[in-house]
């Protein structure tokens, strides 16, 4: 039986995953809706299907489930309105800005028992899942140093940085992420950070450079570091000390060619961005959706974990404000783990 | 306009260029045909298109291209066909394993005016692309000594290596092209080889190690390494010494993932095969086949440069054979260059 | 003219010295001396020189020069009575364990107005000096964020830990000094650390596995991540995000020779510890010495520089303990920089 | 006891062994001879010893050994005079550049009982060693394609060209000496080389760029690639695949920094030439020597193994002039092996 998918939001992202539905036969998309209805249309044309309202998407009994890659300020809502219509949900992170307001959907779709998968595209790549494998099986003894490398090339324009909900939601979330999917959730978090990139950034009420470093109640400890521009490319690395050894995950590079001159060897910089760097994670994310629903299985990436990441960017941002170490509580993380 | 295309045989490689066929939007696929009637009719239920025979494909006018993925065999025959009922031909290499018929088929091809590409899908490599414009824009200066390495992880069956024309016509025809595609066409040849691999291979009268050396008239010098087997993986890699510096291309690794032991520092392999580390050639031959078709510029890869690799071939297995270096003749590549 | 040295401390690093000094012709050693009267005398029938007592060596007019490589708890009063003395210093970093002795030895080698060096020799090596002088020449524009990645293969004796004035003062000293030579002084530092490795050294009150955040007062950042074991080897890595680029600076392998097979492709370990690391910064930095008391030039590592990184020490210990960013304060760096 | 030791040969590469000698106790620089009287001068100078005669040192029976460092045309002679007045020796490759002269001195070496070692320096150093024992201890399995570059930075003046004689045995003799090291003496030579570098090569009669293939009796073949410029520095690399992987040597770099910028990646050229890239290799064969002498076991490097290089450097003169695959005869080097 093929699952038939709706797709909320017609954008960059969602084109991607458009692409990954096509690919997979184990689901058909049959129907697109975006605010913006050229979008949709284009998107709609393109791939032989209908645009559709929400509306009309939530109450079509003959979908299986609704795709929201629309803009952060409508995730909550639509997971919500999601599962009340019966529907399974994959929704790109982060489930709000809000943290109250993500563990409200938390508690939402913990009671109405429904798959919901949020898309922490990174525990998909290949590089980190092969990581982590490595790590779990035991290949370096136990954990105790975790780093986290993610630079941007580029800030994104001053204009999106006020909308963003800050550095440490909008971008260093997914790193968040990382860490608790790597060592599980810390006990305290020291946040510090910069604007060094671009005044306006700071004129906004943001940072464009952060060190963060999580506490884990054993003694372990993870470090992040972000900037928001690494004028060489999209900078995401990955390194893990244990008893026994490290395992890393360096950089994909645009190509293997080297050049050797008198000025000595230069290789290829990093995959520019994150459709690039990320695109088979984003294509095994959704195959991982379809596995884990096919088979009633645990979703790969939870509600849970969106508002674990979502805590620890509040802590973060109550770090970097006081100046203090945040103790991360049951209330913020909803009790978990 | 979306051009119309029949694809000709539906096994391993004919698959990846239907994928190719579908993700571009000026050409839909419209009809396949094999002798194994189920691999065609499981190709067609994927693609929703239909099965027909050779000669219904070559008879319907609405056909414009047909892409010829079956065995080596039917080649020169479907080019001949295919370009006199009128329709666009790409064909996977070889054109034959018998130069004279090659050279046949190039004579028709030119009488025809009709475009042909042969699928030297190396060229269209995101990696040896990128090393191509480098040295054409003169980065480091004039060519001197071009080396590629190319080995396969694991010999195919010998029932195949029997019918296969030999590790010249079948394996290191793609490097010859390389050669030809860097520094045009040899003036001499010298083949070496040996049967290290497995003895059966020797048996059915092939080599599995070969080392071959080109001569260009003005001096310059390129070497080609073949092995059957590389048990770590699909090896693939390009020199280009000249006179201002070096240009190479290293292998595509499966992850970047790295792992440091007291054992020392591990990386991971080479990605297995030809489907994996030229999947993004596949793709992009075929795009430069409709750019080529649809501004009716020249093709990037001609039935001349099948008939070039193929005398490289022919001069190799002679060097082989007599023990002498092997001087490439007009005759032998129909004239060219 | 060739100058006459006296070496105090003839174990490991006190060889290595010898060797340094040999090996230069502006300098000739004369003397040597040690608690030890086996180790004086080996050395000094190894290098064909004089066992001296320490108060012979102060007294001996014709002798030019110090080089202190004695335990630490000798290294204050020694450069006090060098200078007083008359005689050049080198000394072994760190000044001392406490802060306020240093800063008196400070103030005596400032009054003094003697040629006194500290034996920074990170500072010496190659990479990192190639990197800085890259840095110094704008080649990645303004500096932001600084990363030392600094672990040993493998942790001391608890009995050594003991006596070493922690983790701070004792291994990561060094990467302070690395911090204060590219970004100079900073203004804040947060300290985090765990006992992971072995459970004996935090019962000897000490951690094994840290992580230090330096603010600048101008926004930039620094990190320094510290661990006593890393089973593969010496890591020894360092990476700074500048406005323009990155520059990093790499682990030297013990060899080049990589090995790809089935399982993998797999590389050297970094060069196992600081002797092997190090070496040819350890010739570089006596050179420098020399370089720098022959031209009457600045000392490349000045006492001042062995105050700030102890200062550094000082409030990472006082940071860890009370779990706040500590500001660093005139007083604890002399009133530098 | 420590041996005297005397030095024919005050140039660049004697004054490297002088500091060989000079760092193991177990020999002592006692003389040193030159033509050029004050380069002998100067030398002794340096290292407190005599300068003497040729005939003074083969006289003096205190000396044990002798070091032959000084011009090709004198060490043919000095071996048989060296062996003739008792003495053990090192030479620096080659023997001489006449093959039938070299066998002599076989002959006259062998006929004494003499220990006698040639300065094959690749074999002492350590990334080829590792490989080496690596390959031995069967890591990879049985060899069968082995494969060696060696590019140097930039020609010799054409006046020493002239009286080099030739690439095949004043360059890649060294090359000739690793294949036998590694795989033993091959059973014939195919050479091709070219004159690209500088057309005052070729008016010199010799070539700049060439490749060689040796074809061994089991079917095994080794390529080696020489050319006189390398831009980007010394290209000293060798891969050898085996049925169970692959063993390779790649590039000292001169430092391990690397720069991420617009412009791509970049790190540092190969060690620039033959003093900094072996220089470990140096000081190794000259304790490998004594080694040997003192346990009274075979040199590693013997005046067979010269021989052997020379006979392949004349096989392949002989099959570049005569464009044929030239058959290493018994005579060519003396019955071996």
Request: proline share 12%; with cysteine.
């Given at each position: 039986m093929t699952l038939n998918i709706a797709l909320f939001g017609a954008g960059r992202i969602g084109k991607v995953h458009a692409a990954s539905i096509k690919s997979d036969p184990r689901a058909q998309l049959v129907a697109v809706t975006d605010v913006m209805a050229q979008a949709a249309q284009a998107l709609a044309a393109e791939h032989g299907i209908e645009v559709m309202t929400e509306d009309e998407i939530l109450a079509d009994?003959?979908?299986d489930a609704i795709l929201i890659a629309a803009s952060t300020n409508t995730h909550a809502d639509l997971i919500e309105r999601g599962i009340a219509a019966g529907k399974a949900v994959f929704c790109e992170k982060p489930i709000d800005l809000d943290l109250q307001r993500a563990l409200k959907v938390r508690a939402s779709v913990a009671a109405s028992g429904k798959p919901v998968m949020m898309g922490f595209n990174r525990r998909f790549d290949p590089n980190f899942a092969t990581l982590k494998a490595a790590f779990d099986a035991g290949e370096i003894g136990k954990g105790e140093l975790l780093s986290v490398t993610s630079y941007d090339p580029a800030p994104p324009p001053v204009s999106y940085i006020k909308v963003s909900g800050g550095l440490f939601r909008d971008m260093m979330i997914h790193d968040f992420d990382m860490c608790c999917w790597l060592f599980g959730l810390p006990a305290k978090v020291t946040a510090t950070g910069s604007?060094?990139?671009?005044?306006a950034i700071g004129e906004a009420g943001d940072v464009d450079t952060a060190v963060v470093i999580l506490h884990y109640a054993d003694g372990r400890l993870a470090t992040i570091r972000n900037s928001r521009r690494a004028v060489f490319g999209y900078d995401q690395r990955l390194e893990l000390l244990g008893s026994d050894g490290m395992l890393s995950v360096e950089n994909q590079l645009e190509t293997t060619v080297r050049k050797s001159t008198t000025a000595g060897v230069s290789s290829a910089k990093p995959q520019l961005f994150f459709l690039e760097r990320y695109m088979r994670a984003y294509e095994t994310e959704w195959a991982a959706f379809l596995d884990a629903l096919t088979n009633g299985t645990a979703m790969p990436a939870t509600v849970q974990d969106g508002v674990n990441a979502l805590a620890l960017a509040e802590a973060a941002n109550i770090s970097l404000k006081e100046g203090r170490t945040v103790t991360l509580t049951a209330e913020m993380t909803g009790g978990a783990p």
């Open positions: 009994a003959s979908i604007c060094l990139v671009d005044p």
